[in-house]
């Protein structure tokens, strides 16, 4: 049964260092006419995948302390960037890029987001029609690893996720280390470097019950009314993505020279919402993460630092940080907000942490940062005002070689949409434009492809 | 500047909370959100755990992180028509559910659960198998189950017996198959074969029905009413649904309702600032939430009473781990019904630690907040989205010099007239709240001043809680807003035109009968109109019900 629902979910094979790679029914369309060109491509043509991921935090940044002068390569570092020196040939900073809102209101830290993350701004959850990107990437690329995707935050709540197929499904997030630990390295993990391989039929059995899970497909859909039906094929979907993955479990996986299976975490103690706590956190997630990618678990990954409207505070403060945004009075001596201008610097802290985390991992003669391309970006860019204009956008790495990094480039106000659509470009995700009404466009940003 | 607050607290606390719950699902000027109607709704994580301990016993743990509940329009009861399942949620499912059927197999459980093994008259254990799988399908799928089904099952046991070498194995694999099937995640109405166009058959009534006076799947008894046709016939169905109402279990389906209704599941994620609020705590905040719950049931269920009364109610559910919070010594373990006497502050649900603590920043109170929650969720009104460009400075600057109370520094604002708008609905009642801090604790002033708890709501005075509590009590708009959102609880959709002649009929007979919650949600399971299928509701239904409902009361 599994083989007839695999055949009619069209299965393409191609060798990815051994690993099997099937692609189920949603990118069925996306790849008929690629003869799966598209798809080796986005496997970097080599021995290592080209992975994705995005790293968001809340609150955006002072325009006037954070957005460089000078375009281009080695482009100055203002205050709030600062923290970026040491890895900055890793980092190109998008500044300028809008999110239109299209006549509709601006829903203070989620319009901008959906905007970055759908390319096109919305005021209700049902009007959210299309996939974030990093979806419509992991339906391209997420298939050939054990996870399609890890979605991770650092609050502690699994509904903090900006990635959702559409308003009403919503992929719930990994809320603490200790848990990603147990989720990626814990009793179902399979070490690629481990000399002896056997399959286990307790995989084979799980696959195969799942087969007849899948087999109620027909009957099921035959009751239900039309909406029903999408939202039954969904589950359906997420049946045939659980087939593939137990199936990859009864394969010997390549092997993967930077991969260590790390010790269990433990876990930091304190708020979670303070940023010294959180900074602490998050520096034990992205270890993890690195070594989830790096072991071949996942190709696609999601890093909530905070949430849109930033919770984030300091211990004993009666104001957190989102607060502080709006409250806090400018200092006339320095010409700024001196609180919140501290939780950006610290935002762009972590972020560098992060750059240099993966950057530290060694993976053939470079890096993890080589065969990886990170999308990091925020919600507002003033948060004052909840300015939607100017979002503020950096990305790293050089994704097998097809990015160039540490450059500035200056969007000048164009749709903030050519990013999403750059992003999925690069990924091989076949797609000429992107995004919805003025935000609609078929403009890669050029500036940053090799 | 009043109404930029409110905003700014709106998104503050939204920050916390989930895209779908940022998003407000309706457009302006409209109260809900129109989605598609449905027949497929995903169990709740209570409804889950629910039904795992009716089939196997309470002593199986459910252990894992569930795929998280969508809140549509303040439900989840709602939402579960409007979700599915992602790769992710799903591979949750399959990891719970494994983890549930190990423990079937362990020696304590095995006889109880499985009862049967491969032996001299049943050499591979297919008669088991099929007396297994027949015997717990019928309860996770909440219908008898085809012989296809069976005969697939018994098969695919014996199958992964093989390859895994051993019996047990099999059948495990096989029950883990049947919690990630669709059949047991999503209750999915199947339309009768007979009888009236639109409606459903015996077992899907039995389902809805059972979910929604007990939040959980149907016993036994239900089922085989089901099986009868007992359920197709009126005196059937009242005869099962005054058993239900009168069962122990009622209370969990009306703790279920409330829980969803006051959206008390957010204290979950609810954190204070411990230098600030050291009385606080993760095991408070649980403690808060059980107290509301059990003065709820208290009051409607044990006693039967007036669910207005809940507004003045001084009969408060208390344990040892809140006594900080109230200031009062709790002698006794456990839980016990604690009185405040006439006079002090403490009166009715809106001075409880639960929505107090809830709708509060984390080092702060929060009036707009409160103000917002309370007219959301007790009155079912709309507070609109904030604007976008608003500063709060002077609002918020806790250290002024001049307006040293919230009241001072919000009122220093009220001369704008955009913002004024929405703050007059929601700061009114929050300021009326402001005796209790961001945890909850009473308290009298405010950087040494008295704290001012008047106010107007709906024009009439009030000043304290105790007032406003009575005003709450009187006023129709409460006691409507709990009709309705028992209704769209029940029916897992809002409100459309065509079921305003319910709802009002609804509302009449709850005023008639003494506003009793029981006889509500007795009135909704008894209305044909609860087991229509999507869009072929049978008009004029509820008459009978209302009838049935007055009768009942006159006797």
């Known amino acids: 049964m599994k083989d007839r629902i695999s055949r009619r979910g069209f299965i393409l094979r191609g060798v990815l260092g051994g690993a099997a790679v099937t692609v189920g029914i949603p990118i069925l369309d996306a790849f008929l006419d690629e003869n799966g060109a598209a798809f080796a491509a986005t496997l970097g043509g080599g021995s290592l995948p080209v992975r994705f991921g995005t790293w968001f935090w809340g609150c955006g940044m002072i325009p006037e302390r954070w957005v460089p002068q000078k375009a281009g390569a080695n482009y100055d570092l203002p205050p709030q960037l600062e923290p970026i020196r040491a890895v900055q040939q890793h980092v190109s900073v998008l500044s300028g890029f809008d999110v239109m809102l299209d006549g509709k209101a601006n829903l203070p830290h989620i319009s901008g987001n959906t905007g970055v993350r759908t390319g096109e701004a919305v005021d209700t959850w049902q009007a959210i029609k299309a996939p974030t990107f990093d979806i419509l990437i992991s339906d391209a690329i997420g298939s050939g690893s054990y996870f399609r995707a890890l979605d991770l935050s650092?609050?502690?709540?699994?509904?903090?996720?900006?990635?959702?197929?559409?308003?009403?499904?919503?992929n719930a997030s990994v809320p603490s280390p200790v848990e990603l630990y147990e989720k990626v390295f814990g009793a179902d993990f399979h070490d690629p470097n481990k000399a002896d391989f056997k399959p286990d039929p307790k995989f084979m059995v799980r696959k195969s019950v799942l087969s007849g899970v899948a087999e109620q497909r027909r009957a099921l859909l035959a009751k239900v009314g039309s909406a029903d039906r999408i939202r039954l094929d969904q589950y359906f979907t997420s049946v045939r993505e659980m087939e593939d993955k137990l199936a990859l479990q009864l394969q010997k996986p390549p092997p993967a020279e930077a991969c260590v299976r790390p010790n269990a975490p433990v876990p930091i103690k304190g708020d979670i919402t303070d940023i010294g706590v959180r900074k602490a956190n998050h520096k034990l997630m992205t270890q993890l993460l690195g070594m989830a990618l790096a072991c071949n678990q996942t190709r696609v990954f999601n890093m909530n630092f905070d949430t849109a409207a930033a919770e984030l505070r300091r211990a004993g403060d009666t104001t957190g940080y989102h607060q502080s945004t709006h409250e806090e009075l400018v200092d006339r001596s320095l010409g700024y907000q001196p609180t919140v201008d501290r939780f950006a610097v610290g935002s762009m802290e972590a972020w560098a942490d992060f750059v240099q985390t993966l950057g530290d991992i060694k993976e053939g003669a470079g890096t993890l940062l080589d065969n990886l391309l990170v999308v990091a970006h925020s919600e507002v860019s003033f948060a004052k005002n909840h300015d939607v204009a100017g979002i503020p956008v950096m990305l790293a790495g050089r994704a097998g070689g097809r990015v160039k990094p540490g450059l500035h480039v200056k969007g000048s106000g164009e749709p903030i949409s050519r990013i999403g659509l750059t992003a999925q470009q690069i990924m091989g995700v076949p797609?000429?434009?992107?995004?919805?009404?003025?935000?609609?466009?078929?403009?890669?940003?050029?500036?940053i492809l090799v | 500047m009043k109404l930029r607050m409110s905003r700014m607290a709106l998104a503050a606390a939204a920050g916390a909370a989930g895209l779908s719950i940022l998003l407000s699902s309706a457009l302006p000027g409209k109260p809900n959100a129109v989605i598609p109607q449905s027949s497929v709704r995903r169990l709740t994580e209570a409804q889950y755990r629910n039904v795992i301990a009716d089939v196997f016993g309470s002593g199986v743990e459910v252990v894992g992180r569930f795929e998280p509940d969508l809140r549509v329009d303040g439900l989840t009861a709602v939402g579960s028509s409007a979700v599915s399942i992602t790769p992710g949620g799903l591979e949750q499912y399959d990891a719970i559910a494994r983890h549930i059927v190990a423990q079937l197999f362990a020696p304590e459980n095995r006889a109880k659960v499985v009862g049967c093994a491969p032996g001299a008259t049943d050499p591979d254990g297919a008669r088991c198998a099929a007396d297994v799988v027949t015997r717990i399908g019928l309860r996770l799928f909440r219908r008898p189950l085809a012989l296809g089904e069976v005969r697939a099952g018994v098969a695919q046991t014996l199958n992964s017996a093989g390859k895994l070498g051993n019996f047990d194995g099999g059948l495990a694999a096989t029950l883990v198959g049947m919690l990630t099937s669709p059949n047991f995640l999503f209750r999915i109405d199947t339309p009768a074969r007979s009888g009236p166009a639109g409606t459903i058959?015996?077992?899907?009534?039995?389902?809805?029905?059972?979910?929604?006076?007990?939040?959980?799947?149907?016993?036994?008894?239900?089922?085989?009413?089901?099986?009868?046709?007992?359920?197709?016939?009126?005196?059937?169905?009242?005869?099962?649904?005054?058993?239900?109402?009168?069962s122990p279990r009622f209370a969990d389906g009306a703790r279920a309702f409330f829980d969803d209704f006051l959206q008390l599941s957010d204290i979950d994620?609810?954190?204070k600032d411990a230098l600030i609020y050291p009385a606080f705590s993760t095991s408070v905040a649980a403690a808060a939430r059980e107290q509301t719950l059990r003065t709820i049931t208290d009051l409607l269920i044990d006693h039967k009473g007036d669910y207005r009364d809940l507004f003045t109610t001084r009969r408060f559910a208390m344990t040892r781990a809140l006594g900080p919070i109230y200031d009062i010594p709790v002698a006794k373990p456990g839980w016990s019904i604690y009185e405040f006497p006439a006079g002090d502050p403490r009166a009715g649900i809106l001075a409880q630690a639960s929505l107090l603590a809830l709708h509060a920043h984390p080092g702060r109170t929060s009036p707009t907040l409160r103000g917002k929650a309370i007219r959301e969720t007790l009155l079912c009104q709309k507070i609109p989205s904030p604007p976008a460009n608003v500063n709060f400075a002077v609002v918020q600057d806790v250290n002024n010099p001049t307006l040293k109370t919230t009241r001072q520094r919000l009122e220093a604002h009220l001369d704008d007239e955009e913002c004024a708008s929405c703050h007059k609905a929601t700061d009114g009642i929050g300021l009326g709240l402001e005796q209790f801090d961001g945890a909850g604790q009473f308290r009298r002033t405010e950087h040494d001043m008295p704290i001012d708890v008047t106010g107007k709501f709906d024009k009439a005075p009030f000043d304290g809680v105790a007032n406003l509590?009575?005003?709450?009590?009187?006023?129709?708009?409460?006691?409507?807003?709990?009709?309705?959102?028992?209704?769209r609880y029940g029916n897992g959709r809002n409100i459309q035109a065509e079921d305003q002649p319910v709802i009002d009929d609804l509302n009449r007979g709850f005023a008639a009968?003494?506003?009793?919650?029981?006889d509500l949600v007795r009135t909704?399971?008894?209305?044909?109109?609860?087991?229509?299928?999507?869009?072929?509701?049978?008009?004029?239904?509820?008459?009978?019900?209302?009838?049935?409902?007055?009768k009942r009361s006159a006797s």
């Open chain 1, 154 to 170: 650092l609050d502690g709540n699994p509904q903090t996720s900006y990635s959702f197929r559409n308003g009403s499904s919503i």
């Open chain 1, 431 to 447: 797609v000429d434009s992107w995004g919805g009404g003025a935000m609609r466009s078929n403009r890669s940003v050029s500036e």
């Open chain 2, 201 to 246: 058959d015996g077992y899907s009534k039995a389902t809805r029905l059972s979910f929604l006076l007990w939040n959980t799947s149907p016993d036994d008894t239900l089922l085989a009413a089901a099986a009868s046709g007992a359920l197709d016939k009126p005196e059937g169905l009242r005869a099962q649904v005054d058993r239900m109402i009168a």
């Open chain 2, 269 to 271: 994620h609810l954190s």
């Open chain 2, 469 to 487: 509590g009575q005003l709450f009590h009187d006023s129709p708009k409460v006691s409507a807003c709990l009709v309705s959102t028992v209704w």
């Open chain 2, 513 to 518: 009968n003494g506003y009793r919650f029981m």
């Open chain 2, 524 to 550: 909704i399971a008894l209305d044909p109109g609860f087991y229509a299928l999507p869009r072929a509701r049978p008009a004029g239904a509820i008459t009978t019900a209302s009838a049935t409902i007055s």
